[in-house]
């Protein structure tokens, strides 16, 4: 048997063998080192931001009687197309793409996010507009808000659900039907409640020269504080989580409330506080967009 003492004879080598860790642990390599969450803090910026100005607005504006022309900014049909661009096609692409997550997944929550981006976007787009036609603002305003408080309703159920650990799935079967009566459900009530609006069926939510009338002030509360409780269900989820796309998605429903509740203390349309909240809904719009495409970026968005 032959026997080699002293050191072993070894090749030289260029690459850099670590060295032992005294503590027993196997070195890590480098690039390998596990990712810690940081979350935009520039994309929270703006949520306490356009609370303070809805705040300070509220203050120092006098009431709807005294509001002068020269604190209302309202061109024809420019809130119908900022609405469009920055509310309904963005609640389109995430409805659309939650349908498409649910018939692979099953997933109720996922249905009920989508519900509730196709109702914003079917009533905000439809009422903006109709907003445009002689004598129909109190219509159009009447739509909107009753589509924010439906989207509303559907987002604080799957959040609810979501918080509280219930996993609800569907079976494949049943996947299709389902929710293709939860989509067409959406859009009938849509499209009746505009033919109803229309008709002067639904009490008045607006009366122009006076102001908001108390149910449309009962209606938009309750949005703004469904909308927020939402928010805070999907933030406590994310920070748990650490997933950038809940991220997103919670500050866009803050954003969204918000907005709503900027209406709430409007004075009249186009005042400045009506543009606050409107800017508001219009970057939650954006925050929505980028929750999308955060949960594309990844190998298997859930």
């Excluded at 196709?118 to 305003?141: R, V």
């Excluded at 389902?178 to 009490?203: C, K, R």
């Excluded at 933030?235 to 950038?244: G, M, Q």
Aim: proline letters at 8%; one cysteine or more.
């Amino acid at each position: 048997m032959l026997l080699i003492a002293g050191p072993w004879p070894l090749r030289k080598t260029n690459r850099n063998i670590p060295e032992p860790d005294p503590t027993g642990h196997l070195p890590t390599a480098e690039g390998h080192l596990p990712s810690v969450w940081k979350p935009s803090r520039i994309g929270a910026v703006p949520l306490p931001v356009f609370v303070g100005l809805v705040a300070i607005f509220d203050i120092i504006l006098p009431p709807p009687a005294q509001l002068g022309s020269g604190l209302r900014f309202e061109p024809a049909y420019l809130n119908a197309i900022l609405y469009t661009l920055f509310v309904s096609l963005t609640s389109f692409l995430v409805a659309y793409i939650s349908l498409k997550s649910y018939l692979q997944t099953g997933s109720i929550v996922l249905l009920l996010l989508g519900s509730a981006s196709l109702a914003l976007g079917s009533t905000s787009i439809l009422g903006t507009w109709l907003a445009n036609l002689p004598g129909e603002l109190n219509a159009g305003i009447t739509i909107v808000n009753t589509g924010a408080l439906c989207a509303s309703i559907f987002h604080l159920a799957g959040g609810s659900l979501t918080t509280t650990g219930t996993s609800l799935e569907s079976g494949p079967r049943v996947r299709k039907p389902l929710s293709l009566v939860a989509y067409t459900g959406v859009l009938s009530f849509t499209t009746l409640f505009t033919i109803a609006s229309l008709e002067s069926l639904v009490p008045l939510f607006f009366v122009l020269g006076v102001g908001q009338t108390p149910l449309r002030m009962a209606v938009v509360g309750s949005s703004a504080a469904l909308f927020g409780v939402s928010s805070i269900l999907f933030a406590k989820l994310c920070f748990s989580s650490k997933s950038d796309t809940l991220y997103w998605y919670f500050l866009a429903l803050g954003m969204t409330a918000v907005g709503t509740l900027a209406i709430f203390f409007g004075r009249a349309p186009g005042d400045p506080i009506s543009w606050t909240g409107r800017a508001a809904q219009f970057l939650g719009g954006f925050y929505f967009l980028k929750a999308v495409l955060t949960a594309f970026r990844r190998p298997h968005p859930r």
